[in-house]
T-cell receptor, first 114, second 115 residues
Framework: KNQVEQSPQSLIILEGKNCTLQ??????????LRWYKQDTGRGPVSLTI?????NTKSNGRYTATLDADTKQSSLHITASQLSDSASYIC?????????????FGTGTLLAVQP | DSGVTQTPKHLITATGQRVTLRCSPR?????VYWYQQSLDQGLQFLIQ???????AKGNILERFSAQQFPDLHSELNLSSLELGDSALYFC??????????????FGSGTRLTVV
């Protein structure tokens, strides 16, 4: 069964600290993996997208890694800011022939405290 | 502004009623996707339209239906509403048939509350 699991479910860190969020998937065949940031009550916003051949991608203070062999990804946030408080969603694109289908994780809720 | 416009932003209605949610995709995008996000739940794929035709179906209830019009905007119709239908409903659009490109963009959602 194609699944995406994220950990931890929630995380509280102090402003200025770093953190790492995890994503494990069992999706096959795999097309790409995306990380989204979703502020409360808002639509998800794309942070990074990685294909099979990419193992790291950065977007400012956000760095995503991908190990396609172990089917694991991580999102590292450096020097966290209060505005980083949000849900971070890992999404894996499952190649299903004519179209790709997105499999969503349930997200990690990050709270950055002053 | 993501370029994907959803209206209304908030909707409160009673059980048994019917509502219509509207989505205008980004300019040039042909695919529209609908998602439901219940409280503390992940996004659940409902249905996809590409250039006016239904292309993929997810866990969409029979009480729900959607369509995409010639101008590419889409409407999601929810009928015989139940309390459990209360959720955020998101629309996303992409230029391609599948979400293979970077151009997969979400709207800001419609919050539906059924009382």
């Amino acid at each position: 069964k194609n699944q995406v699991e994220q950990s931890p479910q929630s995380l509280i860190i102090l402003e200025g600290k770093n953190c790492t969020l995890q994503c494990n998937y069992t999706v096959s065949p795999f097309s790409n993996l995306r990380w989204y940031k979703q502020d409360t009550g808002r639509g998800p916003v794309s942070l990074t997208i990685m294909t099979f051949s990419e193992n790291t991608k950065s977007n400012g203070r956000y760095t995503a890694t991908l190990d396609a062999d172990t089917k694991q990804s991580s999102l590292h946030i450096t020097a966290s800011q209060l505005s980083d408080s949000a849900s971070y969603i890992c999404v894996v694109s499952h190649y299903g022939g004519a179209t790709n289908k997105l499999i969503f994780g349930t997200g990690t809720l990050l709270a950055v405290q002053p | 502004d993501s370029g994907v416009t959803q209206t209304p932003k908030h909707l409160i209605t009673a059980t048994g009623q019917r509502v219509t949610l509207r989505c205008s995709p980004r300019s040039g995008d042909l695919s529209v996707y609908w998602y439901q996000q219940s409280l503390d739940q992940g996004l659940q794929f409902l249905i996809q339209y590409y250039n006016g035709e239904e292309r993929a179906k997810g866990n969409i209830l029979e009480r729900f239906s959607a369509q995409q019009f010639p101008d590419l905007h889409s409407e999601l119709n929810l009928s015989s509403l139940e309390l459990g239908d209360s959720a955020l409903y998101f629309c996303a659009s992409s230029v391609a048939l599948g979400p293979t490109s970077y151009g997969y963009t979400f709207g800001s959602g419609t919050r539906l509350t059924v009382v």
